[in-house]
């Protein structure tokens, strides 16, 4: 990692005194304020506001990086779950932590849609499941198919939580 980068060696400890794992947990951390800025730029930039373009908005940047760039990344707050946090608690709340800032503005944009607070919440991490299983298979299959999948299976039933029709602010 400290060769990859060019860096002296001893710029690892400087910054990250705790070592791989702080730096792993920073890292997962700032990917989920990154997933939350994507949530918000989807939602501004979405012509008719509904619970199914949100999601599909949130979908695209990943197909359009796999469809790109191929298939060699993922979500590393996945990534982080699966390879670490079993073996070390900091970096399970770190994963926590970072999948909490990212449904915090989906909760939001849902409920501003006209989703009710409780079914928000619930969808959210609906939402965010689905997305993080397809990544996992689209990865595998090396195919955005079950990106796509998602979006049509669940757009119904995402707009289907729309309690009452509200108007954009802002």
Known sequence: MVAHANAPRGSLQHYFPGGKEQLVGEAVEWAGRYAARRVRRGAESMEDATPGNLFAAMVQPWRAEFADRGFGSGCPIVATVADSAALSEKLRESAAAAFAEWRKPLV???????????????????????????????????????????????????????????????
């Open 108 to 170: 939001a944009e849902l409920e501003q849609m006209g989703v009710s607070a409780t079914r928000a919440a619930s969808l959210a991490v609906l939402m965010i499941s689905s997305l993080e299983g397809a990544l996992v298979l689209a990865r595998a299959d090396q195919d955005v198919a079950p990106l796509d999948a998602i979006v049509e299976e669940l757009r119904p039933l995402l707009d289907g939580a729309v309690e009452k029709r509200r108007r954009r602010t802002g």
